[in-house]
């Protein structure tokens, strides 16, 4: 207890077994050790509740390490703290705490902060994280020379990375609106996610594809590989040119229109809702659902058309923020009609198995 060791030494010193000096240096280290001790006690605690131990030793731990130092090198006289050794040992403690007080008191913030990265530093993984880590694979290999079994695996994890897009894709709108450097390396992550599935599951189509195959397995199985790659290459736009915008906002400062946040915002709307009718051609392989997502694809070009109309009526009539973010505003559309493109392209092999399809245009009827 630290109020005991002060005492101890306030004691010690009255009975002349130590000098005043001695005292005052043992009470700089009494602060410095009582520091330490709540760190030490709360290290397996939650982050939260780690934070004040924390700035506490920043505070006391560092101010009587400083102040340690400076005593020893300078020994300035201490007289003026009290005409006996055991009021000038109390008195030092007293003047300890007073300026550790004053100091905190504009620093406070910035310790705190601090305080609040230390802790993280030390922090373990979040439980979805290290779920990730033990996450299984669909792509059972011992499935491989059953080719139904080993197509319905693959699917399986195509659908997961359907999954891992449409998180993509939902949260990098978000990040057009409040964007941070943890948020933007938490979707670059996702990313990564998705290029290694989709090198995964090509390479375990090849294996499937050394054996033989049906008419019916050998198209599935051209199908999932087209479409994993149409999702990678979905994954790389977000992150390789929407992430591009996103950053370029943020280091500039940019908002903006309401008007084209709007547009913008109702753009990425429609090809969400398309990614998520191409998902469901995947799996159920409806022609009515990939009939529709071809036909949202052709309504989206006139959106396209529609939203960069009015994006032009605002730069001609000088509105300030359409100026400065001209470029990510037509470049966010360009980008998204592109996802859009390659999303509805997985409704092809289905309407092309029936003959719905020329080129990439629906047939009359």
Not at 325 to 347: E, F, G, P, V
């Amino acid at each position: 207890d630290e109020t005991a060791a002060v005492l101890l030494l306030v004691t010690l010193a009255g009975r002349g077994f130590i000098p005043p000096e001695l005292g005052i240096v043992l009470v700089l280290g009494v602060n410095l050790g009582s520091s330490i001790i709540a760190p030490l006690l709360t290290r397996n605690a939650d982050p939260g509740v780690r934070v004040v131990p924390i700035g506490n030793l920043l505070m006391r731990g560092m101010g009587s390490l400083v102040m340690l130092i400076l005593f020893m090198a300078l020994k300035p006289p201490v007289g003026f703290l009290g005409a006996t050794g055991p009021d000038q040992i109390v008195n030092a403690h007293i003047l300890f705490n007073v300026i550790i007080l004053l100091a905190g008191l504009p620093l406070a913030g910035l310790v705190y902060r601090a305080s609040e990265k230390i802790v993280a530093l030390g922090a373990g993984p979040e439980p979805a994280a290290a779920l990730d880590v033990v996450e299984l694979s669909a792509l059972n290999e011992s499935a491989l020379h059953t080719p139904s079994q080993a197509l319905a695996n693959a699917a399986r994890e195509v659908v997961r990375v359907c999954e891992t897009v449409e998180i993509m894709l939902k949260r990098i709108i978000e990040l057009y609106e409040s964007a941070d450097s943890d948020k933007i390396k938490a979707l670059a992550a996702l990313d990564d996610r998705v290029d290694k599935k989709h090198a995964a599951i090509k390479l375990y189509l090849a294996k499937v594809t050394k054996n033989p195959l049906s008419e019916d397995e050998a198209l599935r199985c051209q199908e999932l590989i087209g479409a994993c790659v149409k999702l990678e290459q979905v994954g790389d736009i977000i992150v390789r040119n929407m992430l591009v915008h996103v950053r370029k906002k943020l280091e500039r400062g940019l908002e903006f229109t309401p008007e084209g946040w709007r547009e913008l915002s109702a753009f990425h709307a429609s090809v969400l809702a398309n990614a998520r009718l191409a998902f469901n051609v995947l799996v159920s392989r409806d022609p009515e659902t990939a009939r529709q997502l071809v036909l949202e694809k052709d309504l989206l070009r006139e959106r396209e058309k529609e939203t960069s109309a009015s994006h032009f009526v605002r730069l001609r009539d000088g509105t300030a923020k359409s100026v400065e973010t001209s470029s990510i505003h037509l470049d966010t559309i360009r980008d998204l009609k592109q996802i859009n493109s390659l999303l509805a392209s997985m409704a092809y092999p289905v309407l092309e198995e029936r003959g719905l399809l020329g080129g990439s245009r629906l047939k009359a009827g």
